[in-house]
Structure formats: C-alpha cells, structure tokens
C-alpha cells in the first residue's frame, strides 16, 4: 500500500463518515450540528480533490463551500432560532425505513455498474510533460476563459439571478403576504351608505 | 500513473452520493434535506474529478467548477425561501407545509 492510497482511504473513510454523522442521532439531532460535520466532509473532499490533482477545485472547495455555502447556512440555522420541540424528529416510520433501503438499493446498482465497468482502468500518467500543469490554476483557468466561455459567462448571469431572488425571497415584508390581496378588476363594493357614499368618485359624479 | 484504483474512487463517490440520498427522502427537516443536497452535489464533483484524474481531462474540473457555481445559487435561493416559509409558517418541517392539500 503506498502512501498515496493511505491518504485517500483515510480522507474517503473520514469524509464518509462526516456525512453520515449529519444524519444519524447523536450529531444530526440538531441542523447546527448537522453543519457543523457537513463543513468537515467537505474539507476531506477538499484534501481528496487535492490528492487527485485538482489543486484549484480543492481551494474553491474550501473557498465556495466551506467558506459561503455552510456560512450562510449556519447564519440561516441561528436567525431561525428554532425552539427545542422544534427540534425533536426521531420517530422510525414506515416511510422512512421504504426510503432508507431505496438509497441502500440505488447505492448497491451503482456499486455493481462501478465493479463491471472500472476493472483494470489504467490511468494517465501525470508525470509525463504534457501533464506538467494539470489542475493547476493557470490551466483551470485558460480552459474556462477559452473554450467554456459562454457558459461561464452564463454562470455569472445565473448567480447574478440567484442573488437578486434570494433578496426578493428574503425581505421582510412581503405586501403580499401582510395585506389582502386586492379586489379584482370589476369588482363592486356592496352598497355603501350615504353618508360615507359621497368620499366615493363615482358616486360623486353621479350626484352631479 | 496513480496506484488508486479508480473503482475505489467511484466507488466513494457512490457511497457519498446514497447517504445524501437518504438524507433528503428520510429526514424532514427542510436545512437537513437542502445539506443532504449538497452532499450529492460533492459526490458527483469526486466522479468528475476522479475521471478526469484517470483521463488527463482538464474538462471535468471546469465542470464541477459550474457545478460548484450552481451548488451556490441553489443554496442561497432555497435558503431565502426557507427564511420566507417559516416566517409565514413558524416551522422547517416539510411535513407541516402542506396548504396545497386541502
């Protein structure tokens, strides 16, 4: 065993079990527990992207995920401020125990399509000089800047939309969910009394 | 030439890929359903980056790199609407949201 599958098993075993201690009990009772070990998964997968020669995608790992997606998460977690009942979801249902094995099923097809397919897979090597800069910033970067340029401009244009809405959700008053909705078009008033009658234009009008 | 097998790496990808899965159809707190998402997400940016490991393609990094992008937006849209949803509702419980029933 070299060092380099040492690494990955124990960066694989730590991020897998990071994930699953999101969901079972003991961590995953609370959601800022929850993201909590969903902020270590990510900087293992960050370590494993790093082994794999994705240098850039392991720092915009730590950058994009660990550093904005989960801080925005633990903010919304605390502005929340859930109360301890609201917390309290352990009950086994049947539901639940059907969708459990319905994961454990897709994961055991994938599992046999993987062992069929990956048999004796020879990879690249990286040390021949056309690889020298594989992964690298500079090589990421042009790739994204040449070839996939209209998509990454569009990828700007889709945070852009993503930003605006998440404020449009998230402002805090909302008219229309404080007010009535108003009456629709061609919609009368029941009779109004006379007195309060004469406020109204149309009927003002009419007394002319 | 790298001495992991690339079986190996598919195969942590798949494994991280059925937790998340669970996640989102067992648990039925809204925060937990949107990380078990992310959590998806991550596992298939390992699949892209492991056969690009195995190919010399620089591709699939700029893939899960949009991949990462959207994996933003998506979170912080959702988590606007769940700040929307519980100050109408009071709770982060799919199960309690369910106006569109009766």
Known sequence: MTGEQIMFYLLGGGAVLASAAMLLPPMGRSPIHSAISLIVSFFFLAGLYALLSAHMLSVLQIIVYAGAVMVLFTFVIMLLNLNADELQESRITPGRIAAGILALFVFGKLATAIQLTTAGAQSVDLSDPGFANFGSVPEVGRMMYTTFLVPFELVSVLLLVAAVGAVVLAKRSMKYVDRPLPPPAGYEHPAPSDDEGGHDAHAHGGGH | ?102
């Open chain 2, 1 to 102: 030439m790298t001495s992991i097998p690339l079986g190996h790496i598919l195969l942590l990808a798949a494994l991280l890929f059925g937790i998340g899965l669970a996640g989102v159809l067992t648990r039925r707190n809204i925060l937990v359903m949107l990380m078990s998402v992310e959590v998806m997400m991550n596992a298939v940016n390992l699949t892209l980056v492991g056969f690009s490991r195995y190919n010399g393609w620089t591709e699939g990094h700029v893939l899960a790199f949009f991949i990462i992008a959207v994996a933003a937006a998506e979170a912080a849209v959702g988590l606007a609407m769940v700040l929307a949803v519980f100050r109408l509702k009071q709770t982060t419980y799919v199960d309690e949201l369910r106006l569109l029933k009766r």
